[in-house]
């Protein structure tokens, strides 16, 4: 079984906390509006767990989606790789990396903060108005780095909670000991938040550094890629695809981030 | 005959592998041991319903890029870092 089923076990199982408070939230959640556009993609077909796209297609896709052409800068971001998807579908000049100071063990805590995040936002708030609610709110009350996610240099009215999930390498560090590395990553046994403070993008010797993951709610899918240009391909990808057992990576997690709307 | 695992096995020859038959994001590996470098399978995606078990490949060793080098400044891009052992035309059984 795989780290992020365990880990939401874990989650469900405490009964008390915020753990109750996000099972409550995601069924709120469960039943929001759906996306008023149409969806980047088509989802996969039921019997098929992930789709092929060459960056041209994908960059086509996005295009139409977003109703713009990608700009030269977003496309030398996309041809970083997985991480180049996240940070073009994050849609900020402002980032050149995902931010990743709210990862949490779980998808369904990403998806509880996310809807807490974006509650706050749809009132259009201002940074004093943001700070605010957030102390009142009970889940988001109780994390680290959900004041300073917000980019406050970007109107509030353009901004939406979204999530990705990054899979990686615990050994970020050579001088740790396989038990630090072990726990670093270690998602917080009351919030399910992880620090990934530590982390400095390196790979388990002869594999892959990472593999971002970009969460489509439209179509319940998981866009990535095989690595950078040159030969890119972008992936489409079902939960359980993106997350199959792989020896370059012991950890993911999924992280909720603002993103600007077009 | 099975090679004995080392990080500086000579390349460009055929050679004979056991290990275990594990995924990789950039494909098929043969893993030998925590420490060792993992052995790639040219062409091979994954390994399917092998995956997990003890298996022998035989096959050409060479030592190759198995993608673009990625960036570690501070636009990390995604990749495998450095050179991977490979083996061409390998063919594999099961142990």
């Known amino acids: 079984m795989h780290k992020w089923f365990l880990r939401a076990a874990v989650v469900a199982a405490v009964g008390f906390g915020l753990p109750t408070l996000i099972a409550t939230t995601a069924q709120a959640a469960a039943v929001a509006a759906p996306s008023p556009r149409a969806p980047l993609a088509p989802p996969l077909a039921e019997d098929r767990s992930y789709r092929t796209w060459r960056v041209e297609d994908y960059v086509e896709a996005w295009e139409r989606y977003h109703g713009r052409e990608m700009t030269e800068d977003e496309r030398e971001n996309l041809a970083r790789g997985c991480i180049g998807v996240t940070v073009v579908n994050l849609n900020r000049e402002d980032l050149s990396n995902p931010p990743l100071n709210l990862s949490f063990g779980s998808l369904r805590t990403a998806e509880a903060v996310q809807a807490a995040l974006n509650k706050i936002v749809d009132t259009h708030p201002s940074p004093a108005q943001y700070e605010a609610a957030v102390a009142k709110d009970p889940i988001l009350k109780r994390l680290k780095n959900v004041v300073k996610a917000l980019p406050s240099w970007i109107d509030s009215a353009k901004l939406k909670a979204s999530i990705f999930s990054k899979r990686f390498y615990s050994w970020q560090n050579p001088d740790w000991s396989e038990e630090r590395a072990h726990t670093t990553y270690r998602p917080d046994r009351e919030t399910d938040q992880v620090d990934m403070s530590t982390y400095r993008y390196r790979a388990r010797p002869g594999y892959v550094n990472f593999d971002y993951g970009w969460f489509d709610q439209d179509t319940n899918t998981w866009w990535h890629a095989n690595h950078e240009e040159p030969r890119m391909v972008v992936y489409q990808s079902t939960l359980r695809h993106y997350s199959r057992p792989l020896q370059d990576f012991d950890e993911q997690v999924f992280t909720v981030a603002f993103a600007k709307k077009d | ?95």
Do not use: F
């Open chain 2, 1 to 95: 005959m099975s090679e004995p695992a080392s990080e500086s096995m000579s390349t460009e020859r055929v050679v004979s592998l056991r290990g275990t038959a594990r995924n990789a994001h950039a494909g098929a590996v043969l893993v030998r041991g925590e420490q060792e470098p993992p052995v790639y399978i040219a062409g091979l995606a994954e390994w399917g319903e092998l995956a997990d078990r003890e298996v022998e490949v035989v096959g050409v060793l060479s030592e190759d890029r198995i993608t673009p080098e990625p960036s570690t400044g501070p636009l990390p891009s995604h990749g495998v870092p450095g050179t991977i052992h490979l083996l061409l035309d390998a063919s594999w059984r099961t142990l």
